[in-house]
């Protein structure tokens, strides 16, 4: 054969290559929708992905994900990796019984739980190494959504990807600052001491996916990532799902935001103080809030306070299309955020053809578009700046016309997950044809963050470009499609000592913790919507600790605010119950989540 026909032969290879299905496993420690940004990524996403031929299987753990079915999905599937379910309704931060341990890795998950930390993360990442580990072959690249866990630093069977929305230690700062009390900082240090992991793992990552511009410069300035590893792929909003109709009517003076009530990210103390401001202009103004009302925080205090109580709704449990009527009937929506890292609910209320309100914390101008002619944008926290854009939409129905018309045209030629997935494709092409690693960075860390060489550097002989599957004594068969999670009872070389002293066991040492005091359900970050911002772990939860540290939180103050020279008497807000018959998952108490 002549070298031509030879070079003729790589390219036509390489052409088929470029165009050939992958098989891809999607990872999520939290993919349910209805619960964060993380679950509606994972959702939309995998779906598209679908649509183009790839084989997906996505890998979750409680809340499970969500996933489409219908025409063209059947290459689409969900593998469950069960957890503990230590946050789950109704009995959040419970202590499970002796026969519901399996492994060191419970272990682990119940003490991190039981001295006031996060586990989810790392406990999710060691078990998803374990089960791709006994399917190696199975797939042609992996997808992490911001696990950031140490098992992620082992050997994965395939070149790795991963999805970083955000630094966490954005969320963590704002909690910080919003904190009051010694104690209270404590515990909210304690909850995010998974950022340091997280730290750790994201600069070993290969290649890095991000949602927006603004969040690339947070992950280098944060994480400490190689600014040549980051790439951004916008994601979008489902413009079929969120499109205008003309036959739902309007409400007079009705805002909507999706929001969780006591997450200082969300900003919502501040639309509440603006919206008290906006009724001494527009009587009829009311707000419907799409999440869950903490009854005895700060948004609380400040309906009272001003005298909202008819003013002011919370909605939850409401399906995909009651959602998108809801934000239909609006005539505005609000995003009071302080910061997002891409912002999907303005993306949602845009594509209906809403007008917008919105602050220009983080990403979200990236979303939003120019002031004035896409959206109104203010300055984060600033209730007077969203109290003067609120007041001038809602007297101006040209000007709400003109923006809502220009927001979706934006988010239809910008924001659409048909896009992300053609994005995602070709960093996944390009991690493959690189010889992507199967492992993060050429060593790899224990949980406890102490170096250890890797396996590569430690065996004798050059390692081979495609390794064999390792063949531990006890390796069991080929997974199923439940992942075997009782596989081993003992760490992997290099993780025993993730496991806490207190934690080495099934059985607790100390018989009170057993019994550990009754803390208050955690809020988690986001809210109970498809519409949820980019994935944010669980506000800090209330947990007296297990350790000689005193995690016991104080109550936070109610916000400063000003006090409008006249509130005119609150109007019942008329919202239709949540009670029709849909099809589609319905959201759930962010208790579940």
Not at 320 to 332: G, I
Not at 483 to 508: I, N, Q, R, Y
Not at 531 to 540: D, G, I, K, L, R
Request: hydrophobic letters at 40%; glycine letters at 8%.
């Amino acid at each position: 054969m002549t070298h031509e026909a030879m070079e003729a032969g790589l390219q036509e290879g390489s052409a088929a290559d470029a165009d050939r299905p992958l098989r891809i496993a999607l990872l999520t420690y939290k993919g349910n929708p209805f619960c964060g940004g993380q679950g509606v990524y994972v959702r939309h996403l995998s779906r598209e992905l679908a649509r183009l031929g790839h084989q997906v299987e996505v890998i979750g753990s409680q809340p499970y994900p969500v996933l489409d079915e219908g025409e063209g999905l059947d290459g689409l599937s969900l593998t469950e990796l069960p957890s503990l379910d230590l946050y789950r309704h109704p009995d959040p931060f419970r202590t499970p019984k002796r026969d519901e341990y399996r492994d060191w890795v419970d272990a682990l998950e119940v003490g991190t739980m039981w001295t006031g930390g996060f586990p989810e993360p790392l406990t999710f990442s060691l078990r998803a190494r374990r089960h791709l580990r006994a399917r190696r072959g199975d797939f042609d690249v992996v997808h992490d959504n911001q696990t950031l866990g140490y098992g992620l630093l082992g050997d994965v069977g395939a070149p790795l990807v991963t999805t970083i929305h955000h630094p966490i230690t954005v969320d963590r700062q704002l909690e910080l600052d919003a904190a009051e009390g010694r104690r209270r900082r404590m515990s909210v240090r304690r909850w995010y001491a998974f950022t340091r992991m997280q730290k750790r793992v994201a600069r070993r990552l290969p290649s890095v996916l991000t949602v927006s511009g603004t969040s690339r410069q947070e992950i280098v300035d944060h994480l400490g990532v190689r600014d040549d590893r980051i790439h951004v792929v916008h994601i979008g909003a489902d413009t079929d799902l969120f499109s205008p109709d003309p036959s739902v009517p309007q409400v007079p003076g009705r805002i909507v935001t999706t929001s969780s009530a006591d997450v200082p990210l969300k900003g919502l103390v501040f639309l509440v103080e603006a919206l008290a401001k906006v009724r001494t202009e527009h009587p009829a103004a009311h707000l419907v809030v799409v999440g869950k009302r903490a009854e005895d925080g700060p948004v609380a205090q400040l309906i009272e306070r001003y005298g909202l109580e008819g003013s002011v709704e919370f909605v939850k449990g409401i399906s995909d299309a009651e959602l998108v009527d809801l934000v239909r009937s609006a005539e505005v929506a609000c995003v009071p955020s302080l910061y997002e890292g891409f912002s999907l609910p303005a993306a949602e209320a845009m594509a209906t053809g809403t007008p917008l309100v919105a602050t220009t914390g983080g990403a979200i101008p990236e979303v939003t578009g120019p002031d004035g002619e896409t959206c109104l944008a203010v300055r984060p926290g600033d209730a007077g700046a969203l109290a003067a854009g609120l007041s001038r939409l809602l007297g101006d129905p040209g000007l709400r016309v003109r923006l809502g018309s220009a927001g979706r045209e934006r988010v239809l030629h910008r924001f659409t997950w048909a896009k992300a997935a053609e994005g995602t494709v070709s960093r996944y092409r390009e991690a493959i044809a690189s010889g992507g690693p199967s492992t993060a960075g050429a060593q790899s860390r224990s949980a406890t963050g102490i170096r250890r060489p890797s396996t590569a550097s430690r065996a004798a002989d050059p390692a081979p470009a495609t390794p064999a599957a390792p063949a531990p004594a006890t390796s069991p068969a080929p997974a199923p499609a439940i992942s075997p999670h009782a596989a081993s009872a003992t760490p992997p070389a290099g993780l025993a000592s993730a496991t806490p002293p207190h934690a080495a066991s099934a059985t607790p040492r100390d018989p009170a913790l057993a019994n550990p005091p009754a803390p208050a359900p955690a809020t988690p970050l986001g809210l109970a919507s498809t519409t949820a911002s980019a994935p944010e772990p669980a506000s800090p939860p209330h947990v007296a600790s297990a350790t000689p540290l005193d995690l016991a939180s104080a109550t936070p103050p109610a916000p400063a605010s000003v006090t409008p020279p006249h509130v005119a008497p609150a109007t019942p807000v008329n919202v239709a119950p949540a009670t029709a018959s849909v099809d589609t998952p319905h959201r759930e108490s962010r208790t579940t989540c």
